[in-house]
């Protein structure tokens, strides 16, 4: 059941629903309001990337959260709430298999099914964060090397409002939890237990900075924690890739 505070808008075709999103809530747009679309034409990845799906074979969406009380620092973690809110829906759906990569991917082993954008706007009074995300449902990447569809690992062609509204279900749950320290410390351990980048070797690119070493954890603002001859560094974002497998 789709909870009644969301106020869904469904496009044929935008140029990015992250980017209409942004625009709206600037213009005042409230919490709760969802846009999604069955093709983007300017769809949009991290650091100016591409996102690209063609009509009909991806559920791409995005959230309007305006959390007031949520810390700026959390902020990044929201990503997380929102990878995890889709892994959760998928569970449901009898979708096995998949687990989280850091910092925004949902994978089956290494190959992408999802991507998450979270984008905070200026748009006061309150911290507004537009959060998107694209599931492959029929169409197994641009490279079917690095990623993946629901088709390909079920079997079968999910319906995407279906989808849409598990997923904004379990996102209302969760954002609940997010609201204080208990409930954030939760979500954190939730996430912890489905990434699959816990307990690997990485390497993570952050600008021109570089850390490599086994992710053993997050901090409790859900940043990655990289131990390596140095200590631990905390991170809070960045572009991860796997140096081996450490663990089974
Ligand atoms: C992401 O970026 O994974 C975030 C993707 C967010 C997309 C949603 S769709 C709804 C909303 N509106 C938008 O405009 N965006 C959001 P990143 O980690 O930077 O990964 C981008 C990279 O993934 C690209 O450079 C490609 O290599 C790859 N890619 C592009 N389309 C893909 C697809 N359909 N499936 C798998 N990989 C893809």
């Not at 748009?123 to 641009?142: E, I, K, S």
């Not at 939730?190 to 053993?216: H, K, P, W």
Request: hydrophobic residues 45%; charged residues 20%.
């Amino acid at each position: 059941m789709r909870p009644q505070n969301y106020k869904v808008s469904h496009f044929d075709e935008i140029d990015s629903t992250n980017t209409q999103l942004a625009a709206a809530a600037r213009a005042g747009a409230l919490d709760g309001t969802v846009y999604w679309a069955d093709f983007q034409s300017a769809g949009r990845g991290r650091l100016d990337r591409v996102w690209e799906a063609p009509p009909g074979s991806c559920l791409m969406a995005s959230v309007l959260l305006r959390e007031p009380g949520v810390a700026e620092e959390r902020l990044h973690g929201v990503t997380s709430v929102v990878a995890l809110s889709l892994l959760q829906a998928l569970e449901e759906l009898d979708i096995a298999g998949v687990s989280m990569k850091w910092p925004n991917d949902l994978v089956v082993g290494e190959r992408k099914l999802a991507g998450v954008l979270a984008e905070l706007v200026e748009a006061p009074p309150h911290t507004t964060v537009v959060v998107g995300f694209g599931v492959n449902v029929t169409y197994a990447g641009p490279d079917e090397a690095k990623a993946t569809s629901l088709e390909q690992i079920s079997g079968r062609a999910m319906d995407r409002a279906g989808l849409l509204d598990a997923m904004l279900t379990r996102l209302a749950e969760n954002r609940l939890l997010m609201r204080d320290d208990e409930g954030w410390v939760q979500l954190t351990r939730l996430v912890e237990a489905n990434c699959s980048t816990i307990g690997q070797e990485v390497s993570v690119e952050m600008g021109d900075q570089q850390v490599v070493g086994i992710a053993c954890g997050l901090s409790p603002h859900g940043h990655l924690l990289v131990e390596n001859d140095d200590g631990v560094v905390e991170l809070a974002t960045g572009d991860l890739t796997r140096v081996r497998a450490t663990g089974a």
